[in-house]
């Protein structure tokens, strides 16, 4: 513990006197406190960053319209910054179109080599790297998890957004999993908050017995109307991220993306202390959480086997 106290102040000693380096940070969602923005100043003063001594922050903030988030990108590109920050796939795609000079740190990357963001996880050239998710991987264990806790489900719907190309990606990895699994799935796409309503309809017509939401700026903007439609449709889900757990849903498996922003900030150290992007290798997570929601399960009347709980990195009572 003692080295990690001691390495604090030096990272801020780094900087030439009196430097303030200049940071933006493109988010998909709205503009006040978020456990996503708290994560990365604290993975920040982590590093002896202290916002508006040594460091300034720009932030621009979509509100969960992807449409805006090119126009944003390039207006943070106009301020000159020594380093981009973008939390998801589409605001890193954007400020990639923006810029091919400024470095750009992303977290939560689904897949960031199919996606276009770098050319490998080794190697990733170009002015782009981070962390990724690996989320589109996750497909298979997730539909297995999935069917622990609803064993007789055949059926499964899966809500994307079909402009989300991390949703793309993860929905292809699910139809290559579900096969082995014998499962049927119903993808439903979703461009927009109006069109929730119609697609758990059409979840009833089709009779889908579980469902799977992939997380992205529409879905996690929009979790809490998203949530309460799976409860009023009775219907096991299994989310892309935890917040949407954190929100009333049944579960979820996937990296801890609140911790993958945090830990973007290691890699702006490292940037502003002279290292190239093309030169620091993309983070793949080692682990992943698995929670639950045990308050929904009994209100969906699911019993959720001791054996899944037992595993479980949170249960929310």
């Known amino acids: 513990m003692g080295a990690v106290l001691l390495a604090a102040p030096l990272a801020a000693q780094a900087q030439p006197a009196g ?3 200049r940071i933006g940070f493109l988010f998909y969602g709205a503009p006040g406190p978020s456990p996503e923005l708290e994560a990365f100043r604290q993975g920040l ?3 002896g960053y202290i916002e508006g001594q040594n460091i300034s922050l720009e932030y621009r903030f979509a509100n969960g319209r992807v449409g805006r988030l090119p126009e944003l990108a390039a207006e943070l590109v106009r301020l000159d910054l020594d380093v981009v920050v973008t939390p998801g796939t589409p605001a890193s795609l954007a400020a990639k179109k923006a810029t091919s000079t400024i470095p750009i740190v992303f977290a939560g990357v689904a897949d960031a080599v199919g996606t276009g963001l770098v050319a490998s996880l080794a190697r990733p050239g170009g002015n782009v790297t981070g ?8 497909g298979g264990k997730r539909l297995e998890l999935l069917k622990v806790v609803a064993p007789k489900a055949s059926r499964v719907a899966v809500l994307y957004n079909p402009a989300d190309p991390s949703n793309v990606l993860v929905l292809k990895e699910l139809q290559e999993s579900s096969r082995a699994l014998g ?3 119903h993808p439903l796409a979703v461009r927009g908050p109006g069109e929730f309503e119609g697609a758990f309809a059409a ?6 017995q579980a469902l799977f939401v992939a997380a992205g700026v529409l879905t996690t903007e929009h979790r809490k109307p998203l949530v309460g439609l799976a409860a009023k449709s009775r219907i096991p889900a299994m989310w892309g991220e935890r917040q949407f757990v954190e929100a009333g849903g049944l579960m979820s498996y ?4 609140y911790d993958e922003i945090r830990r973007a900030a290691t890699y702006v150290n490292k940037i502003l202390k002279g290292t190239k992007p093309a030169d620091l290798p993309v983070e793949q997570p080692t682990t ?7 308050k929904t399960a009994k209100a969906l009347g699911l019993t959720i086997p001791p054996s899944l709980l037992g595993r479980a990195d949170e249960v929310i009572q």
Do not use: Q
């Not at 992943?288 to 045990?294: A, K």
């Open 45 to 47: 003063r982590d590093l």
């Open 203 to 208: 979840m009833t017509r089709e009779h889908a």
């Open 19 to 21: 430097k303030v380096s």
């Open 288 to 294: 992943f959480e698995l929670v639950i929601n045990l």
């Open 131 to 138: 962390l990724t998710s690996i989320s589109a991987a996750l």
């Open 183 to 185: 499962l049927t799935l």
């Open 254 to 257: 996937a990296v801890n993306f």
